[in-house]
């Protein structure tokens, strides 16, 4: 007998089918979001990354710190996820008479990191002066004097490789601002312990004639007997990864595209992974995790399933996280009981904006936003001295507060394309009572300021500030922060004078 058919009352049917699709828009939604997101691991400015394993199976980090002090960050992990900054290899740069003055866009550029026998070893090039490296048996302790391995202008992002017989070869790139080309990756022998060159640079790669144009920052490996070269190609924005084999060190080389997605660059290979930068303006530029696997003897990357990956698991002390614009001299300033003294730079007698000062003490934008908040006491002894608060890039704003009688005057200052000479516009904003104090011959004047710092997507910042710290004043118009010479905007302390003889100066106090 055939039966009726059951009927299922419409709103049970509505509702399950309800259930059942909203169940699966959110699978699809994870899913989605799970494929799509990207292992973003640190967002701040760690330019040109590379990295090595560790004498116990943990990880090291280093990238380019261009002009500023200390130089070469250290950063550590055991599962290249978590990072935390440790050191610096580098205290100042050489030749010092050339870094002792801000030299934007110069100094270390793409270092690599290895290594070797239990020692490690940093190689970078210095564009105007050729191949440094410093070593040591502890990262987190002290690493030698720089020593050139390699002179010569132009010779760039270099790379060593200690082959199983105990000899050592280096890569390197080109940089066509120095020496006129590019696109190009020589190799050349040096001694065994990696301090010299003993072999002449044998082109081993033209990215012109191959297909990948403006080939750089290559990075040395060798693996079941082949020689492995990792480079970037295509530029900075819009470039991809290649891969370059063959079984002799010299050539001839093959090549292979192993990634081409969202201007993900320069990077360095560890246990099957791969740390690479993507430019992201005045942030500078951030470091993604990438997987590599290998298909039919070629590192193929692809982007790791982060599963929601966030930023904040990377640590930065307090005590590591400022470095000075050039070489740390002593009349820059010194550290306190209670934080850091910075003193003012003798400006020249036709001062346009801080793009000359070299003093200036500054730490990376860190996260996507964030809010921090500075504590200053200003100290002058003259009229002519201006101390305070900056977000500094090509384009800058800061607070400045200037001796005017018995009080400072607060001001807020802008100015556009600092690298081409473009001039400050400044706007009184406040006024602030100082304490005066019997300094011999006389008076020192002084006074508290705090300034807030709100940074929003896009790197849009809100700057407020408090002579009590507890009452803020915003100022009114947000300011677009922008990117300096090949680093990311950062903001700190300076302090500024026209008179030699008579400095003020800052004192950083701390942060909340």
């Known amino acids: 007998m055939r039966r009726a058919p059951v009927k299922v009352p419409f709103f049970i049917l509505d509702i399950n089918c309800f259930y059942i699709m909203t169940k699966g828009i959110i699978a699809l939604l994870l899913l989605f979001h799970t494929l799509t997101i990207q292992a973003q691991i640190i967002y701040a400015d760690y330019s040109d990354p590379d990295v090595c394993e560790g004498t116990h199976g943990d990880y090291w980090l280093t990238a380019s710190s261009f002009q500023c002090t200390p130089g070469l960050p250290l950063l550590h992990s055991t599962d290249l996820v978590h990072w935390e900054l440790v050191n610096y290899a580098v205290e100042r740069l050489l030749p010092a008479s050339h870094y ?16 070797h026998n239990d020692i490690y070893y940093i190689y970078w090039g210095d564009p105007d002066f050729g191949v440094f490296m410093v070593k040591s048996d502890n990262p987190c302790g002290r690493w030698s004097e720089p020593v050139l391995v390699v002179e010569g202008r132009g010779v760039i992002d270099p790379c060593p490789l200690w ?107 560890v246990a099957d992974k791969f740390i690479a930068f993507q430019d992201k303006g005045p942030y500078g530029r951030i470091l993604h995790l990438l997987d590599v696997e290998w298909k039919n003897g070629w590192p193929m990357m692809k982007e790791t399933k982060s599963n929601g990956v966030k930023c904040d698991k990377y640590k930065s002390p307090i005590k590591l996280q400022y470095q000075w614009h050039a070489n740390y001299q002593d009349h820059f300033g010194f550290e306190t009981n209670n934080g850091v003294r910075v003193y003012g730079h003798a400006v020249t007698s036709d001062f346009r904006n801080l793009w000359e000062i070299s003093n200036l003490y500054l730490r990376k934008f860190e996260g996507e936003t964030f809010t921090d908040t500075l504590h200053l006491i200003i100290t002058a002894t003259d009229e002519s001295q201006q101390s305070g608060f900056v977000v500094m890039g090509r384009d800058y704003c800061r607070l400045s507060a200037e001796l005017q009688g018995d009080a400072f005057v607060l001001k807020y200052i802008t100015c556009r394309d600092a690298d081409r000479d473009g001039t400050e516009e400044s706007t009184v904003i406040g006024r602030i009572e100082a304490r005066s104090y019997n300094a011999g011959a006389k008076n020192n004047y002084e006074c508290r300021l705090s300034v807030r710092i709100q940074c929003d997507k896009g790197a849009l910042c809100h700057l407020s500030y408090s002579t009590d710290s507890s009452r803020f004043t915003p100022i009114a118009i947000p300011f677009q922060a922008r990117a300096g010479k090949w680093i990311g905007a950062k903001y700190g302390v300076f302090s500024i004078t026209r008179d030699t003889k008579s400095k003020g100066w800052v004192e950083l106090m701390g942060t909340t």
């Open 163 to 269: 082959d199983d017989d105990g000899r050592c070869y280096l890569v390197n790139g080109w940089a066509a601002s120095r020496c006129g080309f590019n696109s190009v990756l020589t190799v050349r022998e040096l001694s065994s312990d990696g301090s010299r060159v003993i072999g002449k640079p044998v082109l081993v790669y033209d990215g012109q004639v191959k297909g990948n144009h403006t080939i750089e920052g290559p990075k040395f490996c060798k693996r079941d007997g082949w020689y492995y070269i990792l480079a970037p190609a295509g530029g900075v924005e819009r470039g991809w990864q290649v891969a370059l084999r063959s079984r002799n060190v010299y050539g001839p080389y093959e090549s292979q595209i192993v990634f081409n997605k969202n201007g993900i660059h320069q990077g360095g290979w």
């Open 100 to 115: 002792n003055s801000v030299q934007h866009g110069c100094g270390v550029w793409a270092p690599s990191i290895r290594r």
